[in-house]
């Protein structure tokens, strides 16, 4: 579904994707983590078409997404990128209803399909009783599910999210989680998001990518890539960590940055 081949992306002298390889499969949830400035959000961004890659290529769903054309990219991909514009001077209903804009005919009408998808992205979305509340009135937390609606609007094949649970609190974290496991499971969406809550990743994903510095360090199923070692070289830290009904945890034991400080070697200048 989502192919990335030999793919480089040079944004400073301090930062780079480098040679990055990594096939996603029709119907996956798939969690990017990694520290800050590892490149996360840079790599959603290359493979959504935002940025153009240096070296290598994006294959989405069997063309190479730089020869396809950007309505029909909109069609089988959406991205919702981390920071919005939320100064726009437009209703949840009508933000929602944007969404549709790769699938309307000619005219441009907005027709019973559309209206129908709407109305299912503001309820799964739980934003329905907002439909006619402006967005700059909304709290961060309903303004990040008005924003998720518009993009499930779309009814992409594959959805992509960067941080998608920024600015919920604890419950809204859970039903944005759930609303992306429903929307894989009832509508074979393939799912790349990037994550900071590791537990969450590790329960919602059938796989978890970690990058560092720009490369990927770790890929694999949730239950091989939460180790000792993974937390240790990626983020510093020694962990203990948990298997409960088959779902892996881990609670963090000791900071090992020390060293780390003491010789300077932190890197700046990464998105994501």
């Not at 940025?51 to 069997?62: A, K, Q, R």
């Not at 399909?113 to 799964?124: F, G, K, N, P, S």
């Not at 609007?153 to 919920?168: G, I, M």
Request: net charge negative.
């Amino acid at each position: 579904m989502l192919t990335a081949k030999e793919l480089s992306y040079r944004q400073s002298e301090t930062f780079s994707l480098e040679d990055i390889n990594l096939h996603i499969p029709e119907g996956e949830i798939v969690s990017l983590i990694g520290p800050n400035g590892s490149g996360k959000s840079t790599f959603l961004r290359v493979i959504s078409r935002l940025l153009s890659p240096d070296e290598g290529e994006v294959i989405l769903d069997g063309q190479q997404i730089v020869q396809m054309d950007t309505k029909d990219v909109a069609k089988t991909l959406a991205m919702l990128p981390q920071m919005q514009d939320h100064q726009l001077d437009l209703t949840v209903g009508e933000l929602v209803e944007f969404g549709r804009h790769p699938h309307r005919n000619r005219s441009g009408r907005f027709s019973a399909e559309d209206r129908e998808v709407t109305e299912w992205a503001l309820e799964v979305t739980h934003m329905k009783p907002f439909r006619n509340r402006l967005l700059n009135s909304l709290s961060g937390g309903e303004r990040q599910r008005a924003w998720i609606a518009m993009a499930v609007a779309q009814r992409p094949k594959v959805l992509l999210l960067d941080e998608p649970t920024t600015y919920l609190d604890i419950a809204h974290q859970l039903e944005v989680m759930e609303l992306v496991k429903e929307l894989n499971a009832t509508f074979g969406m393939t799912v790349v998001m990037v994550l900071h809550d590791i537990n969450q990743a590790a329960r919602y994903s059938d796989r978890l990518v970690v990058l560092k510095d720009g490369c990927i360090r770790f890929d694999g199923i949730p239950q091989c890539v939460l180790c000792k070692d993974m937390f240790q070289s990626i983020f510093e830290i020694d962990a203990d960590i948990f298997t409960k009904n088959g779902m892996c945890f881990f609670t963090p034991t000791k900071l090992r940055r020390d060293e780390v400080y003491a010789t300077g070697r932190r890197k700046e200048g990464a998105i994501g």
